[in-house]
C-alpha cells in the first residue's frame, strides 16, 4: 500500500464566523448613581399601614412581656434574696428613668424640629403677602432660637440694631440671613461636601454588593442629622428619620436624584459620564447625588427660606466636593 499524505473532504456547509456580520456588543450604560437612587427609594418609601400595625402591635406585645418577665423576676428575688432583689429593682427603676428621660429628648427633638418648620412656613408667608409686620415677627422668632448659641451672638445684636432700618419684608429677612444664617449656611455646605465625597470614595473603591448602598444611606443620615444641628434642630433618632424621609421624598417627588450629564459637567467638562469608567463613574454620580441630597436637606432644616443672593449653588458644591477625586489629563 502506497504511504503518503491523505486528502479528507468534510463537506462541511457551515459558514466560516464573520467578525463583520457579529452582533455588537450589548452596552450596559452610562454611570447611573445606583446606590444613591436605591438609597433614596429605601429611604423616602412609606410604609403600608399593616404594616404600621404589626410592628406596633409587635412592639407593645414585646414590651409587655419582658415587663411582666422584669417584674416577676424582681418578686422572686425579693422573696429568696431581699437585698439581691432590692438591688435589682433599683436597677430596673434607673432603667426605667433613662428610658423615660430618652422619650423626652425624642419629643424634645421633634418638637423643635416642628418649630423650624413652622419659621420657615411663617417666612414664606411674609414674603408672600410682602407684609414687613409678619417678617419682623418672624425675625423676632429667629433672633429667640439662636439667643443660646453663642456662635451667632455678634450677628444676632446687629441685626437687633438694624432691624428699624428695614421697610420691607424681604430685605429684613435677607438681612436675617446675612447676620444670622451666613455662618451656619457655610458649616452646613462643608457637611455636604464631606458627605459627597466619602460617598464617591467608597463606592469606587468598595466592590462588595450593597455596600455603596450601606454606605449612602448611611452618609445621608449623618449628614441630615448634622445639618439639622447645625441650624439648631438637633434631630433624635426618631426626629432624624423623620427628617431623612422628608428629605428623599421631596428629592423622588422632584425628580432630582435623576442623572444627567449636568451632575459631572462641573468637574469634567461636556459628555462625561459614557467616557468614565463603570466603578468610578458611578463613585463620581453617587457623590454628585449625594450632594444634591444634602442641597435638600438644608433647604427642609433651614429655619428661613433661601434668597436668591443666598441659595447654595449644586454645581459649585459638587465641584468643589469632587473636583479633587478626579485628575484630567
Known amino acids: 500500500m502506497a504511504k503518503g499524505p491523505v486528502l479528507i473532504d468534510l463537506e462541511d456547509d457551515t459558514p466560516v464566523a464573520d467578525v463583520a456580520n457579529a452582533p455588537p456588543v450589548p452596552d450596559v450604560g452610562p454611570p447611573q448613581g445606583q446606590a444613591m437612587q436605591s438609597a433614596a427609594r429605601l429611604a423616602a418609601r412609606k410604609p403600608s399601614a399593616l404594616a404600621r400595625w404589626f410592628w406596633g402591635l409587635a ?3 414585646v414590651g409587655a412581656a419582658v415587663s411582666v418577665a422584669a417584674w416577676d423576676f424582681a ?4 422573696e429568696r434574696a431581699p437585698v439581691i432583689g432590692w438591688i435589682v429593682t433599683g436597677l430596673i427603676a ?3 428613668l433613662v428610658v423615660a428621660i430618652i422619650a423626652l429628648r425624642e419629643l424634645a427633638a421633634i418638637s423643635r424640629l416642628s418649630r423650624v418648620d413652622d419659621m ?6 411674609a414674603l408672600a403677602e410682602d407684609d414687613l409686620s409678619k417678617a419682623r415677627a418672624v425675625t423676632n422668632r429667629l433672633i429667640a432660637f439662636y439667643r443660646g448659641r453663642d456662635e451667632t451672638r455678634w450677628g444676632r445684636d446687629r441685626l437687633t440694631e438694624r432691624m428699624g432700618e428695614q421697610f420691607d419684608a424681604a430685605t429684613l429677612l435677607t438681612l436675617a440671613e446675612d447676620e444670622i444664617l451666613a455662618s451656619l449656611d457655610a458649616a452646613a455646605s462643608r457637611e455636604v461636601e464631606a ?3 466619602q460617598v464617591a470614595t467608597v463606592t469606587a473603591l468598595v466592590p462588595l454588593a450593597l455596600a455603596d448602598v450601606a454606605t449612602a444611606l448611611a452618609s445621608s443620615l449623618r449628614m441630615i442629622r448634622r445639618i439639622a444641628e ?3 434642630g438637633r434631630a433624635g433618632f426618631l426626629g432624624s428619620w423623620r427628617l431623612t424621609r422628608a428629605v428623599f421624598v421631596h428629592l423622588v417627588a422632584t425628580g432630582a436624584v435623576a442623572v444627567g450629564d449636568d451632575l459631572l459637567e462641573p468637574i469634567l467638562g461636556g459628555s462625561v459620564l459614557s467616557k468614565l469608567s463603570r466603578r468610578f463613574g458611578e463613585g463620581l454620580v453617587n ?5 444634591r441630597v444634602g442641597v435638600a436637606a438644608m433647604e427642609v432644616c433651614r429655619p428661613l427660606p433661601f434668597s436668591a443672593r443666598h441659595k447654595p449653588s449644586t454645581r459649585g458644591m459638587i465641584k468643589r466636593a469632587l473636583g479633587g477625586l478626579f485628575s484630567k489629563n
Open 94 to 96: 434607673a432603667l426605667l
Open 59 to 61: 412592639l407593645a406585645v
Open 120 to 125: 420657615r412656613r411663617a417666612a414664606d408667608t
Open 195 to 197: 458627605a459627597a465625597r
Open 230 to 232: 447645625i441650624y439648631g
Open 75 to 78: 418578686i422572686s428575688l425579693l
Open 287 to 291: 457623590g454628585a447625588l449625594s450632594a
